[in-house]
């Protein structure tokens, strides 16, 4: 059964900054590309990540690029996301999501929420 | 960047009813090579993750129920649920794969 468990959200001051993990089980990790997806409350799906089999190749929104780092560790079956410089509006809950090419999201993560908040 | 734009954002249905939602993508998500729209629909239910219901713009992930349709081509798409079921209440969610990645707003399905 594949799983995936986020973990390492929390509440953080703006400017400040936070790691995320999400552990997989359930399949052949170093053969997938992985991706976050995140949430505002109330509010729609964001793509904010992802990241090719072998970690060589990352791809970011405008919104993130320059911010957030998505990495991999295919000898631990672990997908990271550093997220810098944090603002407001990066508050969400944050998906970890097996991205089967070339892109739709087959298996996700329950989630993990990120305030961020003075 | 390619943006979708789903309508209408929620709908009140009854059990049993057919329901049809909208999804168009600011430009193609034909592929002319193999003749593929880069599309797939989500439904995410209250408290849960997202879950994939169709992929290739037609194509039923293992498991979803054959009451969920989906159809369209170049920039025009339509999730059609045959005949409503209680647990369908959801918001249902398009996203491009064609160019990078993005979603829509999501509909919102409310019972009547």
């Known amino acids: 059964e594949v799983q995936l468990v986020e973990s390492g959200g929390g509440l953080v001051q703006p400017g400040r900054s936070l790691k995320l993990s999400c552990a997989a089980s359930g399949f052949t990790f170093s053969n997938y590309y992985m991706a976050w997806v995140r949430q505002a409350p109330k509010k729609g799906l964001e793509w904010v990540a992802t990241?090719?089999?072998?970690?060589?190749?990352?791809y970011y929104p405008d919104s993130v690029k320059g911010r957030f780092t998505i990495s991999r560790d295919n000898a631990k079956s672990s997908l990271y996301l550093q997220m810098n410089s944090l603002k407001s509006e990066d508050t969400a809950t944050y998906y970890c999501?097996?991205?089967?090419?070339?892109?739709?999201?087959?298996?996700w993560g329950q989630g993990v929420m990120v305030t961020v908040s003075s | 960047d390619i943006v979708m734009t789903q309508t209408p954002s929620s709908q009140a249905v009854s059990a049993g009813e057919k329901v049809t939602m909208s999804c168009k993508s600011s430009q193609s998500l034909l592929y002319n090579e193999n003749k593929k729209n880069y599309l797939a629909w989500y439904q995410q239910k209250p408290g849960q993750s997202p879950k994939l219901l169709i992929y290739?713009?037609?194509t039923r992930e293992s498991g979803v129920p054959d009451r969920f349709i989906g159809s369209g081509s170049g920039t025009d798409f339509t999730l059609t649920i045959s005949s409503v079921q209680a647990e369908d209440l959801a918001v249902y969610y398009c996203q491009q794969y064609y160019n990078l990645w993005t979603f829509g707003g999501g509909t919102k399905l409310e019972l009547k």
């Open positions: 999501a097996r991205h089967e090419l070339p892109g739709y999201k087959d298996y």
């Open positions: 290739w713009a037609s």
């Open positions: 990241i090719s089999t072998s970690g060589s190749r990352t």
